[in-house]
């Protein structure tokens, strides 16, 4: 079995988990961000109209309608193959393959075991890897149609996207559906600002954006690229679930190393265990077996189901007693006869990972820092940081204490608590809060640069974003118009050295907090804005940059400059060559990004359709990665290999099961915020 890097330890660390991290000064970032406004301030929310007005030299105009997608238009170049196989309602109009996947008809039914919560199973198939080379004469072909884009003029971000499909004889504007109530009134007060209508048809196929909690397979099957904004990556779970990101840091790890080894590459990339607490899946044998060898009393591991949030289900390890009982737990549940048969039926996997003992405290508080990484464009992708808040327990930090409620951070655990109402208000700071607190208390005495929060921790943070969407980047799935918000927990322990703990779809848009309230309007409604003009220009291939919606979310990648990827529309659909050097905004990512760009890029990088009139599906397939990044789906298995069990939640694997039964998993996970 391949274990990585060692079966013994899947990545070293130091034994201490710590290291003094405040080497980086005020000047690494190059661009000092001030407090909360990392990004460039382009302009206060507004409707996007009245900005592209006042946009120089670039009239509000509109172009050749034969470039604006039409409502319920065939766009048949633009259909990719669909992954989810099995739809409820109607089919998508373009159905390249029919093929059914072997799948259990097994009515499911969930026995619960106590504090074992049941993952739930989005996921899509992975494609084999194509390696098309694109042609002298196709390459000509798009500098020249490059050329001609960079003539077009940009048009109202509201503008083409959407004004082709309004249908002004109806009376009725363009349809938005919010599944769900998290974040619903600022999701729902934006797109009635844009003169856009509520449905509550949760099988709308006509709508313009819909923002869902829950991922449904029938969404997907119906999305028409292009001409739609869908809340939510199809398999976001590569980064959102514990198991998910843990083999995928993995991966990324081994072919980092590969690289290492080419003498042309001597990337400075981030080492997983860095950033990432020591942590062992316990649904594969050899893996949990390494955790139960290795384990003393000295430390302290925690126990999180995969797909679970809010803490639900989490549980310490200090003893030798609970080591023996988690020991016997898994072992019942691996010689069930039950779940041998029918093993979507076991309890959700699990992973084991160091705890962080030494926590930074705040008035002796242990606190975590949700942060956002923003997918605003997967066609090319368009990735950006956000600054978030900081949320802190009610109850002093005593490490021994065997109440969670003072471990767990999250707002979920402290709500439980009947002080809650009364001090919800000290559990959520600011980020200029945390900021003005470590420039007080540790600024002289750690030797921090001034402004830690905003230099060195917001660099590291974006350096740990950048690398994470890096290791999943080739095997998302990809349309123009999907969009994804993604919160992301940090943790700095009392040497300030930084820690990934997780990263969470549909992240908690809660507004019960001043600070939230603060906050959280400001990052949906960028992420719209965003998510609406980056589609757009892609749409009408028109440069991405400067992006007038940026405010507050600071640019990490983007693929305009780096990859390849296929145009929508017509004689456009071409796959697009990257024409200048990267331009990232964020010096941090850019140092990070560019130092791993030769070794990991590449085996991700969109590759090109074989000849003009490819059709898109076959272009997707070239998607996956080539031979030589090891990535891709012929190194995947490794990633569970010798563990049939555990394969549940490893990358990129299938997982398509009857639309119920994927409905009924998300349901069951429904409170995935992050919260
Ligand atoms: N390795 C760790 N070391 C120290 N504390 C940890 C560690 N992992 C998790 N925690 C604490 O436990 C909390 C919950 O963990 P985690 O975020 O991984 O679970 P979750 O159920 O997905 O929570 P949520 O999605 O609501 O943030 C964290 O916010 C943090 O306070
Ligand atoms: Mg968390
Ligand atoms: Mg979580």
Redesign the pocket.
């Known amino acids: 079995m391949a274990l990585h890097p060692q079966v013994g330890r899947p990545h070293g660390h130091h034994r201490d988990g710590s290291e003094p991290q405040a080497e980086a000064t005020a000047q690494d970032m190059g661009r000092h961000p001030s407090p909360g406004r990392v990004g460039p301030a382009v302009c206060p929310i507004r409707g996007l109209r009245s900005q592209a007005a006042r946009r120089p030299r670039r009239g509000v105009g509109t172009t050749s309608s034969s470039r604006v997608p039409r409502s319920g238009a065939l766009m048949p170049a633009t259909r990719s193959r669909t992954r989810f196989i099995h739809c409820r309602g109607q089919p998508p109009r373009t159905h390249v393959s029919s093929k059914r996947p072997k799948r259990s008809r097994i009515r499911r039914c969930h026995p619960r075991v106590p504090g074992w919560t049941h993952e739930k199973r989005m996921g899509s198939s992975v494609e084999e890897g194509l390696r098309p080379e694109l042609s002298r004469l196709d390459q000509d072909a798009d500098l020249l149609e490059e050329e001609e884009a960079a003539r077009l003029p940009v048009t109202s971000l509201e503008g083409l996207f959407l004004e082709g499909d309004k249908q002004p004889n109806s009376g009725q504007g363009p349809f938005f559906y919010i599944g769900g109530t998290n974040g619903a009134s600022i999701i729902s007060n934006y797109c009635e600002s844009k003169g856009w209508q509520r449905t509550q048809d949760s099988r709308c196929e006509d709508y313009k954006l819909k923002w869902c909690e829950i991922k449904c397979r029938d969404n997907y099957c119906s999305f028409r690229e292009g001409q739609q904004l869908l809340f939510q990556l199809p398999n976001n779970k590569l980064l959102t679930t514990?198991i998910g990101l843990l083999s995928a840091l993995r991966e990324h790890a081994r072919t980092l190393s590969k690289a290492r080894l080419l003498p042309s590459t001597q990337a400075k990339v981030l080492k997983m265990e860095e950033f990432f607490?020591e942590t062992y899946r316990l649904d594969i044998r050899d893996e949990r077996q390494a955790f139960f060898t290795l384990f003393d009393e000295t430390q302290i591991w925690?126990c999180?189901p995969t797909a679970?949030?809010?803490?639900?289900g989490?549980f310490l390890i200090r003893s030798q007693e609970e080591v023996a009982a988690l020991q016997a737990k898994t072992q019942s549940i691996e010689d069930d006869p039950i779940y041998r048969k029918m093993p979507f039926r076991a309890p959700q996997a699990r992973v084991v990972?160091?705890?962080?003992q030494n926590?930074l405290l705040l008035d002796g508080k242990?606190f975590?820092v949700r942060s956002y990484l923003l997918i605003a464009c997967a066609m090319p992708y368009m990735v950006f940081f956000g600054h978030g808040y900081a949320?802190l327990t009610l109850s002093l930090y005593d490490p021994h204490s065997s109440d969670l409620s003072g471990?767990?951070?999250?707002q979920?655990m402290q709500k439980k608590s009947p002080l809650y109402m009364l001090l919800k208000e000290s559990t959520v700071w600011s980020m200029e809060h945390l900021n003005r607190y470590i420039n007080d208390k540790f600024r002289k005495t750690k030797g921090l640069p001034r402004d830690w929060v905003f230099t060195t921790f917001t660099k590291r943070m974006q350096q740990i974003m950048a690398h994470c969407f890096l290791a999943v980047k080739s095997k998302l799935e990809c349309k123009l118009g999907y969009f994804d918000l993604i919160?992301c927990?940090f943790?700095i322990d009392e040497n300030f050295k930084v820690?990934l703990?997780?990263m969470?779809s549909n992240p908690a848009l809660h507004t019960n907090c001043e600070v939230l309230k603060e906050v959280i309007p400001g990052v949906v409604m960028e992420t719209l804005d965003l998510a609406l003009e980056t589609c757009q220009k892609s749409l009408h291939s028109q440069k991405m940059l400067p992006l007038l919606s940026q405010r507050r979310f600071v640019l990490l990648y983007n693929g305009e400059t780096t990859d390849l990827w296929p145009r929508l529309g017509g004689s456009r659909s071409l796959a697009r060559l990257p024409r200048r050097p990267p331009r990232p905004t964020c010096e941090v990512a850019s140092s990070a990004l560019s130092s791993v760009r030769a070794a990991a890029d590449r085996p991700g990088a969109r590759k090109p359709v074989p000849s003009r009139d490819a059709p898109l599906c076959t272009f997707r397939k070239s998607r996956l990665p080539d031979s030589s990044g090891g990535s891709g789906a012929e190194s995947e298995p490794s990633l569970c290999s010798g563990s049939p069990e555990g394969s549940r939640d490893a990358v990129g694997e299938p997982s398509l099961g009857p639309p119920e039964e994927e409905h009924e998993e998300e349901q069951r996970s429904a409170s995935h915020?992050?919260?």
């Not at 471990?407 to 999250?410: A, C, D, G, I, M």
């Open positions: 514990k607490p925690i999180k679970s949030n809010q803490g639900k989490i990972q160091r705890y962080v926590p242990k975590d949320r471990h767990l951070t999250n979920f919160g927990d943790l820690w703990l997780e969470n915020r992050g919260s």
